[in-house]
């Protein structure tokens, strides 16, 4: 049920998104937005994400895209960044010694060995999959750990020396956390950070290697929720 329901967001998201940066795919993929393209900036939408209680139930769906879609394209483009890099990186046959440090220090922050799994760990997939799981998570923004938190995705915390709020619910006589974030920006790399290394997205990864289609890597995303 929450299979069909994402993928009924991902939809919404994707025809959201052309209308709100009039996006035309020219190459029958699933086009992204540019940084450039996002019509309201950072500061305005996450002042705006205060007035939702006047939206509409449509107004509110896009509100709360314009107000998360800044930190998504941002974080999605220092991802890529790096993903171009160690993908020139590899193909060089002398790297330098900074260069090697680099790859080095990529690797131990992914926990990985080499550069093919370093690269699958880095690709990105789709704002609009992004997006959708967001919604989903926060119920468009309405959800408690997202107001005060800045907890775009649900993700736990198990660290009682990290920020962190309670959550709604628990687990037996076990209280439940979610961890609060500085920025939404920062909620975006915890997300990122969390599909790079969980076990449970493994299959994920591979079928984002192989497509941007957001509806073809809906199958793969069947624990997309930590909550």
């Given at each position: 049920?929450?299979?069909?329901?994402?993928?009924?967001?991902?939809?919404?998201?994707?025809?959201?998104?052309?209308?709100?940066?009039?996006?035309?795919?020219?190459?029958?993929?699933?086009?992204?937005?540019s940084?450039?393209?996002?019509?309201?900036?950072?500061?305005?939408?996450?002042?705006?994400?205060?007035?939702?209680?006047?939206?509409?139930?449509?107004?509110?769906?896009?509100?709360f895209?314009?107000?998360?879609?800044?930190?998504?394209?941002?974080?999605?483009?220092?991802?890529?960044?790096?993903?171009?890099?160690?993908?020139?990186?590899?193909?060089?046959?002398?790297?330098?010694?900074?260069?090697?440090?680099?790859?080095?220090?990529?690797?131990?922050?992914?926990?990985?060995?080499?550069?093919?799994?370093?690269?699958?760990?880095?690709?990105?997939?789709?704002?609009?999959?992004?997006?959708?799981?967001?919604?989903?998570?926060?119920?468009?923004?309405?959800?408690?750990?997202?107001?005060?938190?800045?907890?775009?995705?649900g993700?736990?915390?198990?660290?009682?020396?990290?920020?962190?709020?309670?959550?709604?619910?628990?687990?037996?006589?076990?209280?439940?956390?979610?961890?609060?974030?500085?920025?939404?920006?920062?909620?975006?790399?915890?997300?990122?950070?969390m599909?790079?290394?969980?076990y449970?997205?493994?299959?994920?990864?591979?079928?984002?290697?192989?497509?941007?289609?957001?509806?073809?890597?809906?199958?793969?995303?069947?624990?997309?929720?930590?909550?």
């Amino acid at each position: 049920m929450q299979k069909v329901m994402l993928g009924f967001i991902v939809a919404l998201i994707v025809l959201t998104l052309y209308s709100l940066v009039d996006i035309i795919a020219s190459s029958g993929k699933d086009t992204e937005p540019s940084l450039t393209s996002v019509i309201q900036p950072p500061s305005q939408a996450v002042s705006a994400v205060k007035k939702q209680e006047r939206f509409s139930v449509q107004e509110k769906k896009e509100h709360f895209i314009q107000t998360i879609l800044p930190a998504v394209l941002t974080v999605k483009q220092e991802l890529d960044t790096r993903y171009e890099k160690v993908k020139t990186l590899s193909s060089k046959q002398h790297r330098s010694a900074s260069e090697e440090a680099w790859l080095e220090s990529m690797k131990q922050q992914y926990n990985v060995d080499g550069i093919p799994c370093l690269l699958r760990r880095l690709h990105t997939h789709p704002v609009s999959l992004v997006i959708a799981q967001a919604a989903l998570e926060t119920g468009w923004g309405s959800s408690r750990f997202f107001k005060k938190a800045n907890n775009i995705f649900g993700i736990w915390s198990y660290h009682a020396d990290e920020a962190r709020i309670p959550a709604a619910k628990q687990r037996g006589e076990k209280t439940i956390y979610v961890k609060k974030f500085a920025s939404y920006e920062d909620a975006v790399r915890g997300y990122f950070k969390m599909v790079a290394s969980g076990y449970a997205y493994s299959a994920f990864r591979k079928a984002r290697m192989r497509t941007d289609d957001p509806f073809a890597l809906l199958r793969h995303l069947r624990h997309y929720s930590e909550l």
